[in-house]
């Protein structure tokens, strides 16, 4: 539940607390007054601006490439989708005064992609109703526009898959603001800044007319703090973002029907968020399988291709010497398919 200051009400605590002492049994302080304070120095920073984010598919779209020549083409896999992303606001410990008090902010936050461990800065744009505790939320549309050429066999279909990931974040923010007192209204000091006063009964002196500065209220919330002059006041929010973090197309590859040939899944390079960053899919990781990576040192040709056969029958039946492939990572992407 969200946490409100009041500065009018923390005001008359504050003096109550300094007051209270003082005042004659039986009596009630009277004329009771907040001066015109001012609010000055409002200021919005993030207290965290890195973030670790495991991905979630938030869409995908496929596609058929078909070739029915006896030759290889190159055709291209072209997709246009846009999503929705959203930042939510919301004071989790605010403040009210006699004015509106909001502001705006815009940072950059750096994001940790898990499974790619690739990070990508977003800027986070937001504004801060200090007073309110209603959760805002702004939407913009993000585009993804995906032209990627693709190798079709002879006599194959290939289907291309655009899958889009999203990430969330909260970011926790710190909201301050400086609280001015009136000054002019103190005889005999008209440079105190008063914030409140009232009249009373004291034990020993009679009737006094007791003025408090803003640094006193501290002493009634720990929301406060004093500079000697004026109070800072501190609270929190947090901005809760939504958004897509990268895109990948999955290419599989089977003969049409009537032809034979080899059945095959592998991943096109990964975009990321901002756009000008372009990952290889070696860059994946573990998470999103490559299912065509180099082989290693250990290979008789370094630079062959391993390729998956998902006929799992023929593929056992295949001289792996003579596909470029090794001995010890067939079996191994043997067993792994398996699994699935």
């Known amino acids: 539940m969200a946490i409100m200051n009041d500065i009018a009400q923390d005001a008359a605590r504050a003096w109550d607390i300094i007051a209270g002492p003082f005042i004659r049994p039986g009596t009630t302080p009277t004329n009771r007054q907040l001066f015109n304070y001012q609010i000055g120095n409002i200021e919005v920073e993030p207290g965290n601006l890195n973030f670790s984010v495991v991905p979630e598919l938030d869409f995908s ?11 290889q083409q190159s055709q291209t896999a072209s997709f246009n989708e846009s999503r929705t992303e959203t930042t939510s606001t919301a004071v989790t410990h605010g403040v009210k005064s006699g004015v509106t008090v909001s502001a705006s902010a815009k940072f950059n936050a750096k994001i940790l992609v898990k499974s790619i461990e690739q990070t990508i800065t977003t800027t986070v744009s937001t504004e801060y109703n200090f007073s309110s505790t209603t959760t805002r939320t702004n939407t913009v549309t993000r585009g993804w526009s995906i032209a990627q050429p693709v ?11 655009l899958q889009i990931y999203k990430g969330d974040f909260t970011v926790p923010v710190l909201l301050s603001l400086r609280v001015y007192g009136q000054t002019g209204t103190l005889a005999g000091n008209p440079s105190f800044p008063s914030l409140y006063a009232a009249t009373y009964e004291n034990t020993l002196l009679g009737r006094i007319r007791e003025h408090i500065a803003p ?4 002493r009634a919330s720990n929301a406060y703090i004093s500079n000697g002059v004026q109070a800072i006041w501190r609270g929190t929010a947090t901005t809760r973002v939504s958004q897509g973090l990268y895109s990948v197309v999955r290419i599989d590859e089977r003969p049409l029907a009537g032809y034979s040939g080899e059945t095959r899944t592998y991943y096109l390079p990964v ?34 291709p391993i390729i998956i056969h998902h006929d799992r029958e023929k593929h056992r039946e295949r001289d792996y010497d003579k596909e470029h492939i090794c001995h010890d990572q067939a079996e191994k992407y043997e067993r792994d398919y398996d699994k699935e």
């Open 271 to 304: 975009t990321l968020s901002n756009s000008s960053q372009i990952l290889t899919p070696g860059s994946l990781g573990s998470e999103i399988p490559i299912i065509n990576p180099v082989p290693n040192a250990s290979c008789k040709k370094e630079n062959s």
């Open 151 to 161: 190798l079709v066999p002879p006599h194959s279909r290939v289907t291309a898959t």
């Open 61 to 71: 779209v496929s596609q058929d490439l078909f070739n029915n020549t006896s030759v």
């Open 215 to 218: 640094p006193a209220l501290f």
